[in-house]
């Protein structure tokens, strides 16, 4: 990774696959001993709805948050819950104080592309030199772009390897693990 380049991003189509691919690094590199910030998505199927749950996990301490309004068994578009997503944001915030090896937020989407969201976490990861790792759907690439400029890396995840350990080497991840008693809590999270 070239100085300039902190951020690494993931470029797809399918949001399940990205959740998975975030989800299966984080998992690898907490075994790894690395010590992890940010956020992974896991979406929960509710009967009766046409959208599902929404869980952020925060990778530093575990936590669960859901981000998503219940707008009805026939709602569609975007049920992201704003307040909860600041709220997550805050406690990641607070994890950008421990100098993780690296930060993972589990995608710039609609609410980045429109300038708010994630945005100012990324920029607070930049600025204390944190690697960062982010999905990035293809309908936002412009965005993206114009945001990260030079610092970024884009990989294509529909040509990168599924499984965590061969994903974070093609990444170049992880390749000098914290130490391992930093390990923390990855054998209880819902990461797999």
Known sequence: MQDNELITALTYTDSDTADRALRAVALELLQRGCKLAGLVQHN?????????????????????????????????????????????????????????????????????AEGAGFRPLIAEAIEAELPLLIAVPWRNIESWRHFAGEMTREFDLACLPTDGRSLCDALGLGSHPADATKQGVASQRMLS
């Open 44 to 112: 929960t199927p509710r009967p009766g709805r046409s959208r599902c749950d929404m869980i952020l996990e925060e990778l530093a301490s575990g936590e669960l948050m859901g981000i998503s309004q219940d707008r009805g068994p026939l709602a569609r578009g975007c049920a992201l819950d704003v307040d909860q997503l600041l709220g997550a944001m805050q406690i990641v915030r607070a994890a950008l104080d421990t100098r993780p090896d690296l930060v993972i937020l589990n995608k710039f989407g609609k609410t980045e």
